[in-house]
């Protein structure tokens, strides 16, 4: 299937001028990885409860229910390779002057996929940190349904959960590079989760170009000033080609 952006001209002019570009993405992007995304048909939280297994009361109900959830989320992560979206976004990366990327995935694709700006919001899947909040290096933990920090409390993944707060100097940084982009893209999320959904609204109140990438309508679409329906691996490079972003081959795809 060939995509064709359909970008109205001088709207394709202004992102081929912009110099600083700001990127949301969200578990829409490594769908074509082979990652479930959260929401919709298939989603991880069809037939659970978030506040179940993704939050701190839900962990002190049932931390061995919670780690095998996150266990099997883990070995899908480490099976998956990055996608021809991801690859695009590295290689916007490489053209253009200023480029940072926030994510609200845990999977660590953009890393993988080469990528160097990248605020991971929401944490990592692959990390474990301590429930009590003590700074020891997580052991390896694979071997216990619920693995101890070596202070004795339970050690927990090392994401955000619900109710929780983001990481402060992360959300700053996402801030500051919302407020200050010429062009914010959005990729794959559904834009119901804040604070991260609020960074597009911020870039453009800020003035910035709004440019959505994703299956489906979602709040932020009516705000955008162009929106792209389809599958980030197409969309994505395509749109770059289109705007004479991409350098081929897609870097890492090993052709
Ligand atoms: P969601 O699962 O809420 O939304 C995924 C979005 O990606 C939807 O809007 C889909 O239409 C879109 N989508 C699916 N496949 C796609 C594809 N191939 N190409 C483009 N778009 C596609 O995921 P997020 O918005 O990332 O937080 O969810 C935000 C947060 O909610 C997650 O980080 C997680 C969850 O609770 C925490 O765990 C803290
Ligand atoms: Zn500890």
Known sequence: MKYEPGLP???????????????LTGAGISAESGV????????????????ELASADGFRRDPARVWRWYRWRRGIVARAEPNAGHRALVSLERQVEHFSLATQNVDGLHERAGNCNVLALHGSIMRARCFAGCLAAAQDEEAQPVPRCICGSPLRPDVVWFGETLPGELLEQATVEAGHCEVCLVVGTSAFVHPAAGLPIAARLAGAILVEVN??????SPVCD????????????????????LREPLPGSGV
């Open 215 to 220: 299956l489906e309508e979602t709040p932020l």
């Open 36 to 51: 479930p995304t959260f929401r919709g048909a298939g989603g991880l939280w069809e037939g659970f409860r978030p506040e």
């Open 9 to 23: 001209e001088p709207l394709a002019a202004r992102l081929r001028a912009a110099r600083r570009w700001f990127v």
């Open 226 to 245: 162009a929106v792209l329906h389809g599958p980030a691996a197409i969309v994505l490079p395509d749109l770059l080609r289109c705007l004479g972003l």
